[in-house]
């Protein structure tokens, strides 16, 4: 029995110290890759390239209109993305009961999550930009971003909601509120931080992906702000694809190419810091309440 304990607790040692060793070379390895990208680009940072426009065949000036496009990107993807997600999480974690028919729900979830974004874009070419004749616009990008984002906000709020007691719905129905009552004033507020989670993250990849902007909203250059939703955006993204892989001068651009990156990379870290001190605000006053 004693010589069993002993292996176990070795087994558990090793463990542990495995984890903590892969960890540490993830975090390495993250760093690194910072760190590369900030030496890369620091040289490029500056307020002038934070809120001026490219000039000189892209060679000088800012990023101001990309920094623009993808704000706006952002907010017409969450537009679509978090009511729809949200409320078919809603209603695949708290109304459906047919086991079957969730399954097939779910299953159809997880292939959407599968697909390559690139096929977004392809179908948001498809649909937005040419059949329903939106162009080469904010609205058909942010649609498609939206549809793309949907599986993730779907399955992180799930999981939120599932997460939830099932002692605090039965509390509250037996009280007599109504099963909307109960979602809306016990489920929710008790689940919102991993909601946020999931909204956060998908806030970021709306931010980061360039394939789905490509063929619906994204352009090289453009010497004006959007000025409707039929406009076509620069993008931070697809900034950085076209100037390291398709501009006219990609040594020359080199430092602004990693200084976009750094600003993208800022942008995104700092989507996940407000995230995190929102989690923690509202797992607060969930605690204390």
């Known amino acids: 029995m004693a010589s069993l304990q002993k292996k176990a607790q070795v087994i558990e040692k090793t463990s542990f110290a495995v984890v903590s060793l892969l960890s540490y070379v993830i975090l390495v390895f993250l760093l690194f890759v910072l760190g590369y990208i900030f030496l890369q680009g620091y040289k490029a940072l500056s307020w002038d390239f934070i809120t001026s426009f490219p000039k000189n065949e892209m060679r000088e ?29 809603i209603y695949l974690t708290e109304y459906v009961e047919n086991v079957k028919l969730l399954s097939f729900i779910r299953l159809g979830i997880n292939n959407l999550a599968g697909v390559p974004s690139v096929v977004f874009g392809l ?15 904010i609205i058909a990008g942010s649609l498609t971003l939206g549809i793309l984002n949907l599986p993730l906000v779907i399955r992180s709020t799930e999981e939120a909601l599932l997460t939830v007691p099932g002692s605090y719905r039965e509390a509250s129905l037996s009280l007599g509120a109504t099963k909307w009552q109960t979602i809306y004033k016990i489920v929710m507020p008790t ?38 939703l039929f406009s076509e955006v620069m993008a931070l993204p697809y900034h950085i694809y076209v100037l390291a892989t398709a501009g006219t001068h990609i040594e020359a651009t080199r430092h602004i190419q990693y200084g976009t990156a750094i600003v993208l990379i800022a942008l995104v870290l700092g989507l996940n810091f407000s995230g995190m001190l929102l989690r923690y605000k509202y797992r607060k006053n969930v605690s204390n309440n």
């Open 61 to 89: 000036g800012g990023i101001f209109p990309a920094i623009l496009g993808t704000l706006y990107l952002m907010i017409g993807s969450s537009a679509i993305s978090i009511p729809i997600g949200v409320m078919t999480a």
């Open 123 to 137: 179908f948001g070419l498809s649909v937005f930009v040419i059949f329903l004749d939106f162009g080469s616009s």
């Open 191 to 228: 689940a919102l931080p991993g909601i946020l989670t999931g909204i956060m993250l998908s806030l970021g990849r709306a931010a980061g992906e360039t394939a789905p902007i490509m063929f619906t909203c994204a352009t090289f250059f453009t010497p004006y702000t959007p000025d409707s």
